[in-house]
Nanobody, 122 residues
Framework: QVQLVESGGGLVQAGGSLRLSCAASIRTFSSSAMGWFRQAPGKEREFVAR????????AYADSVKGRFTISRDNAKNTVYLQMNSLRPEDTAVYYCAAGPSGSYYSTDYNFWGQGTQVTVSS
């Protein structure tokens, strides 16, 4: 049973930090690219960050570049999203996803978590 479980969301004031975690029970985790996406109320799901299977390559949406950092620990089958200098516009449900290529497009990911809510108050 493939499972991705996000944790670490919550309520934080603007300027604060949160670290999201995504624990994966995918047999091929260490060879899978991982991504983080988010969806705010009334908006479409959007790309946030991605990381290659080895962790050597990362990419970010312009809106989070310089504030968010994606990383992974293949020994723990876990991917992280460190979020600093949070803004109210970062409020959304955050999803992690696994796929073969680590693209910017949600349709390229095979497996998804259930999401974790991040709320940033002004």
């Amino acid at each position: 049973q493939v499972q991705l479980v996000e944790s670490g969301g919550g309520l934080v004031q603007a300027g604060g930090s949160l670290r999201l975690s995504c624990a994966a029970s995918i047999r091929t985790f260490s060879s899978s690219a991982m991504g983080w996406f988010r969806q705010a109320p009334g908006k479409e799901r959007e790309f946030v960050a991605r990381i290659s299977w080895s962790g050597s390559s990362t990419a970010y949406a312009d809106s989070v570049k310089g504030r968010f950092t994606i990383s992974r620990d293949n020994a723990k089958n876990t991917v992280y999203l460190q979020m600093n200098s949070l803004r109210p516009e970062d409020t959304a449900v955050y999803y992690c996803a696994a796929g073969p290529s680590g693209s910017y497009y949600s349709t390229d990911y095979n497996f998804w978590g259930q999401g974790t809510q991040v709320t940033v108050s002004s």
